[in-house]
């Protein structure tokens, strides 16, 4: 695993496309990225946002490179650069993946950082109409970072 480089930037779209995971905000300078002799086989990064939450995101293996721990080296990997609070967003099916790593979902919207209240009431919206069957969870590590006297009522 290493930091990526201005080159990886083509393949960590394509990987990212691939796995058909949110393709918005992808700038390589962020991104760790680990490399097998056919290329990169994995990434994920940590980005910033205006409110000051962090956010644990990109997390993508190729599909012949899973179930082997890639995953986990990079999601311990990230939690140790960047240090406590983390958030992220995922599918409702993989909540059971990051609860392994101390990320606790986060159910009361009043919780929520102020980016991930936006977040929330507009994907809620758009999943309804594009993916009913599928929902979508924030989840946050560690657990006991939840106070919502830290975020802004407004927002
Ligand atoms: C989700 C994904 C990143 C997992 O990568 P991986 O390299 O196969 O995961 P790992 O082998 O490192 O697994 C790490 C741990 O999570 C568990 N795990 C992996 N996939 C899981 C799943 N879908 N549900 C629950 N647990 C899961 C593993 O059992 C392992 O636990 P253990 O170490 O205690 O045995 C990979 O399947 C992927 O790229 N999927 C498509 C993109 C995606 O959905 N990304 C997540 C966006 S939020």
């Not at 995971?21 to 390589?28: F, R, T, V």
């Not at 983390?86 to 993989?94: N, V």
Request: glycine share 10%.
């Amino acid at each position: 695993m290493r930091p990526a480089m201005a080159g990886d930037q083509p393949a960590i779209r394509r990987m990212i496309r691939r796995a058909g995971i949110n393709p918005l905000g992808l700038a390589w300078r962020r991104f760790v990225v680990v490399e097998a002799s056919e290329g990169i086989i994995a990434c994920g990064q940590v980005k910033d946002h205006a409110d000051g939450s962090r956010e644990l995101a990109s997390l993508a293996v190729a599909e012949g490179w899973r179930g082997r721990g890639l995953a986990r080296v990079i999601i311990e990997h990230l939690q140790r650069q960047s240090g406590p609070p983390l958030w992220l967003t995922c599918r409702e099916g993989l909540v059971p993946l990051y609860t392994r790593f101390g990320f606790r979902e986060v159910t009361d919207t009043r919780d929520l950082s102020p980016y991930f209240r936006r977040l929330m009431r507009l994907a809620r919206v758009i999943l309804r109409i594009v993916r009913p069957e599928e929902g979508l969870a924030v989840m946050l590590w560690p657990e006991s970072c939840t106070n919502r006297e830290d975020w802004p009522v407004s927002g």
